[in-house]
């Protein structure tokens, strides 16, 4: 059977960000409970490059992934992805000028970084790309 891809368009540009694995949450620094969430959904489909499939890109993120908050009210980064109120992109190197951002793929990416958007009310992913108030990531030290 021949290897087509079924990935979304609005989502190839994500499978070129790096997963990103950290003691704490990449997006609000919360030590714990952590969990591996995918930046792509792993039921969005497919992408194929030089013959295999593009592992989805991971990030660490606090909580459990149908949780929005902890006992004490305080939303958790992964219930909030999983809701469709905190959403991910990949802004390559080129695009901001200047070199911004480290991050490079194994497979010979071009770098860049990733940006997230944390909003008040459930988007969808085609409507938040067009909202501002994308952040880059902090750079969380152990």
């Known amino acids: 059977m021949a290897k087509v891809d079924t990935l979304p368009a609005i989502?190839?540009?994500l499978m070129s960000a790096p997963s990103i694995r950290l003691d704490r949450c990449a997006v609000c620094?919360?030590?714990r409970p952590l969990n591996q969430h995918h930046i792509v959904r792993r039921g969005a489909g497919r992408l194929y490059r030089f013959g295999g499939e593009v592992e989805k890109p991971t990030i660490t993120?606090?909580?459990?992934?149908n949780h929005l908050r902890d006992a004490d009210g305080h939303p958790y980064c992964h219930g909030l992805a999983h809701a469709n109120m905190l959403?991910?992109?990949?802004?390559?190197r080129d695009a901001v000028g200047g070199g911004f951002g480290r991050y490079q793929r194994e497979e010979g990416g071009d770098g860049g970084h990733i940006e997230y958007l944390l909003l008040d009310e459930p988007a969808s992913y085609a409507a938040a790309l067009e909202m501002d108030g994308w952040?880059?990531?902090r750079r969380w030290r152990a």
């Open 11 to 13: 989502l190839v540009p």
């Open 29 to 31: 620094g919360r030590p």
């Open 61 to 65: 993120l606090c909580g459990f992934g």
């Open 87 to 92: 959403h991910f992109r990949w802004v390559p």
């Open 135 to 137: 952040r880059p990531l």
